[in-house]
């Protein structure tokens, strides 16, 4: 299948491309390599995925050293023309839409960028679908657009009209313009619901790596709400898995999946267990709740296990042991 992956230098987009490349598939990766975290990170992303920098035409294609099939173009999702040059000229099979500006603290500082990237970009993705005959479009949502539900674990069932972010609003407005498109145009669109995901490569704005960089530092670590909070951790080579299933289901229309562990951890267990890979106790600053978080994250994966036949298999302590020594080696 010849696949399109935006946001390919990102944390799952990254591991996303590697895998798809080994089963054989011809995949294309785009980013627009942002640097709202350091861009070294997503150039050694690039690297160890084998995918080279492309500095001709508008990003055109560089072959991989490690996936003859897999390349790489640089190019913002806001650049409609080049964008709808590029579906033309590859005619994907499939699009795989990660590119976003991600991060629900973010939002309240630079709202704009969300507008720009969740919202027009993501548009100019549904256009380029509509006008060149896509057959799926596989794109990531996020549990933050369950909001401050209480019903729990949160099923892709349960209203979710009360979003506590810009970040989840924008996520929430994804679903529906697909949703739109879907109907209007028979675009088969899914789209996945993640729950924070973590591992090796991650991006360094998660908890999980603030902590780990911060404990290795000898400096504090913020912990909010007074660490009451539940949190799905879903392991990244679990949530590709998910992907890679969710794009080999071609669905009539518009379908949702959470992808998530579906065994929430408290936040201070969490902690502890990187505590115990790293070898060293964290110097705790509690606080309240921040504004955008929620206290409790819970997957209800049911219907995803039902239609995708994919079930996590990553225990929390082994994630969190793989990606500290991950973590160990890239610092």
Known sequence: ???????????????????????GHSVTGLDNINNYYDVNLKYARLAESGIQRNRIKYGR??????????????????????????????????????????????????????IDSNITGFFNILEACR??????????????????????????????????????????SNEVMAYAYSHLFGISCTGLRFFTVYGPWGRPDMA????????TDN????????????RDFTYIDDAVEGIVAAITHIPPKFVLYNIGNNRPVKLTDFIAIIEKYLDRTADKNYLGMQAGDVPVTYADIDFTRRELYWEPK????????????????YR
């Not at 909001?147 to 929430?172: R, W």
């Not at 400096?219 to 539940?230: A, E, Q, V």
């Not at 302590?317 to 020594?325: K, V, Y």
């Open 1 to 23: 299948m010849k696949i399109l992956v935006t946001g390919s230098a990102g944390f799952i987009g990254y591991h996303l491309v590697t895998k798809l490349s080994s089963l």
């Open 61 to 114: 294609k560089t072959g991989s050293t490690s996936f003859p099939a897999c390349n790489f173009i640089k190019l913002d999702l806001t650049d409609r023309e080049k964008l709808l040059a590029l579906f033309a000229e590859e005619q994907f099979d499939c699009v795989c839409n990660l590119a976003a500006q991600a991060g629900v603290r973010y939002s309240l500082e630079n709202p704009q960028v969300y």
């Open 131 to 172: 006008i060149h005959s896509i057959k799926h479009l596989v794109f990531a949502s996020s549990s933050s657009v369950y909001g401050m539900n209480e019903k729990v674990p949160f099923s892709v069932m349960d209203v979710v009209d009360h979003p506590v972010s810009l970040y989840a609003a924008t996520k929430k």
């Open 208 to 215: 999980y790596y603030k902590f780990a960089r911060a404990i």
């Open 219 to 230: 400096k504090p670590i913020d912990i909010y709400n007074n660490g009451n909070m539940l």
């Open 314 to 329: 990553t225990s929390i302590d082994d994630g969190i042991r793989q990606f500290i020594q991950w973590f160990k080696l």
